[in-house]
């Protein structure tokens, strides 16, 4: 198998062991966290899957629309902005 450029025994971690046990720290808080909190009772009465619907959604196409259509918007606006400034004209288009 090729091997460009010889990079294939590069390891791309800084600072293993101090990553490792970053990341079993984080991941004891997180059992702990899930398990050691009293999250109360389980829900006694739960609505029918139509009621559910129909509250998702008036969620989403009530107050939450605005807001997703403004972030589309705005997204699309600066993905054209990007476009627009990274396209250089070549000396054809300037005359």
């Known amino acids: 198998m090729m091997d460009p450029g010889g990079l294939g025994k ?3 971690t800084h600072q293993k062991r101090l990553s490792l046990w970053a990341g ?3 991941l004891l808080a997180a059992l702990l966290l ?6 109360g009772p389980v829900a006694l009465s739960v ?3 139509h ?3 129909a509250d ?9 629309m605005f807001i997703f259509q403004s972030a589309g918007l705005t997204i699309l606006t600066a993905m ?7 396209i250089v004209p070549n000396a054809e288009q300037r005359k």
């Open 80 to 86: 054209i902005a990007a476009t627009m400034v990274a």
């Open 47 to 49: 609505p029918g899957a």
């Open 10 to 12: 590069m390891d791309m």
């Open 51 to 53: 009621e559910q619907a």
């Open 24 to 26: 079993g720290i984080g």
């Open 56 to 64: 998702l959604g008036r969620e989403l196409l009530g107050r939450s």
């Open 34 to 39: 899930v398990w050691l909190p009293d999250w």
